[in-house]
């Protein structure tokens, strides 16, 4: 029986370069609403999501994400802010972030994580106050050439997973 949540997962790849080329209102909402509907614990929420569709915002942010210099030829990012005082922040918008990805990609678009903390000249760029770290900014755009989905240089299920103990072969 297939599982799209599943084809999603199995064959997202990471994608840095994308076409000049508009995403629809509603695909943006969508990616930012998998973000918001993620869980976290104790239903704290502790992330706020900035979308940034300005060109020159974009070229400025991928100058300031040392991981991201690509985020400029995106159609979009989404900057990922954490509450400071949270110790489950980092945990729960990372999951934001891969519903965020999944969704985005179920779409048809691209994206990669870019950045982890320390990007406070991001925060500043978009007035994000102080009681937040930018945790991730995330570029998002059509990709630039034809993937081959689900090729995956991954270790073998038997070395990654164990039955009941760690080293008892998984079946």
Known sequence: MPNPVFDAVRTVLAVR??????????????????????????????WHFVIVRDRTVLQR????????????????????AIEKDNPLA????????????????DEGLGSNWTGFGGLTEVARELGIPDRYDVLAVLPFGYPARRLGKGKKNRKPLGEAVSSERFGQPFG
């Not at 930012?32 to 704290?44: C, F, H, I, P």
């Not at 942010?61 to 990922?80: E, N």
């Not at 980092?90 to 969704?103: C, E, G, H």
């Open 17 to 46: 370069e994308y076409q000049d080329k508009g995403v629809a209102d509603d695909v943006v909402r969508r990616v930012a609403e998998a973000g918001r509907l993620t869980a976290s614990g104790q239903n704290r929420q502790p």
């Open 61 to 80: 942010l991928g100058k300031q994400v040392r991981t991201g210099p690509y985020i400029a030829g995106s159609t979009f990012a989404v900057v990922v």
């Open 90 to 105: 980092v945990s729960d918008a990372s999951r934001a972030i891969q519903s965020m990805l999944l969704t985005a990609w």
